[in-house]
């Protein structure tokens, strides 16, 4: 399953493959190459969102590539504006018309929006879609510890993932703690922090060391920590180098040099409590 990559299995029983492309700020005219591509080298998980505008660049990319339907994990995430337990099944059908698909893998709540307080009725809705047949596995998306004890304990239900900013800089050791008690699977947006990471000496001196560039080693590390990371690149040569991660490992000195970088001040993304959008 997957081409023999390493996958995690997620605390409903999915499995899911330990690194995925991600398709954030790609044009939906762009995505079939960009994504074909990225299954031509061989990753088997597309991350995608509503809010990106590209599902259906997507959905053509995985049927151009003469994959199977058990071969790709396909995630996609709720549109901010579309929270609410009726909303929320009424955009899951637009997506699924958009992707062309009769099952997604891995749905996903994109933000809490905690002033808008629709976020437990929507994972009610979530709850239901996985009922039905129609999701194999829910999650959530940037997600603190007080928003997931609330959907849990009014639900019952705990997500299976959520995917949280997390890099080098910004690597949110106490909310993994949290995770890690209730079997959450955390799924690293930005892994490479934006690129701002890549220059950093000790992240230098770690690739020279093993022959490999920065955002390999990198990579590297979300896995080696039970992590799920979904770089992004439009560019071949990086989607390519980006999925040789396989073939070695960080040791022990390596991954304590790394973990040194966490900086309390390297947050890149908005905070959780107090993001809004705009309809």
């Not at 899951?92 to 905690?114: A, C, N, R, T, Y």
């Not at 949110?172 to 959450?184: L, P, T």
């Not at 490479?192 to 080693?217: F, H, N």
């Amino acid at each position: 399953m997957f081409g023999g990559q390493p996958v995690l299995t997620l605390n409903d029983g999915i499995m899911i493959p330990q690194l995925g492309f991600g398709v954030w700020q790609v044009e939906d005219k762009t995505a079939p190459a960009a994504v074909g591509e990225a299954l031509k080298v061989g990753y088997r998980l597309i991350d995608t969102a509503q809010g990106y505008d590209n599902e259906q660049g997507v959905g053509e990319a995985f049927r151009a590539s003469g994959l199977g339907r058990d071969d790709v994990f396909i995630t996609t995430k709720l549109r901010n504006r579309e929270q609410g337990y009726d909303a929320t099944l009424r955009a899951f059908d637009q997506s699924m018309q958009k992707l062309g698909l009769d099952v997604l893998d891995l749905f996903l709540i994109h933000w809490p929006l905690p002033d808008l307080n629709t976020y437990v009725e929507t994972w009610k809705a979530f709850v239901k879609l996985k009922a039905d047949g129609r999701i194999r596995s829910i999650g959530v998306s940037n997600f603190n510890p007080s928003h997931l004890e609330r959907i849990i304990g009014e639900t019952g239900v705990t997500p299976s993932v959520n995917q949280i900013e997390l890099h080098p800089r910004f690597q949110q050791r106490a909310v993994r703690d949290f995770h890690a008690e209730h079997g959450i699977t955390i799924e690293s947006w930005s892994p490479l922090g934006q690129g701002k990471v890549l220059s950093d000496p000790v992240i230098q001196a770690i690739a020279e060391k093993y022959g490999r560039s920065a955002a390999q080693v990198i990579l590297r590390w979300h896995l080696e920590q039970g992590l799920i990371a979904i770089p992004k690149s439009v560019t071949p040569s990086r989607i390519a180098e980006n999925f040789e991660i396989f073939d070695f490992s960080l040791d022990a000195e390596d991954m304590a040099q790394i973990d040194a970088l966490d900086d309390p001040n390297g947050k890149i993304g908005p905070d959780p409590e107090t993001f809004h959008f705009k309809f």
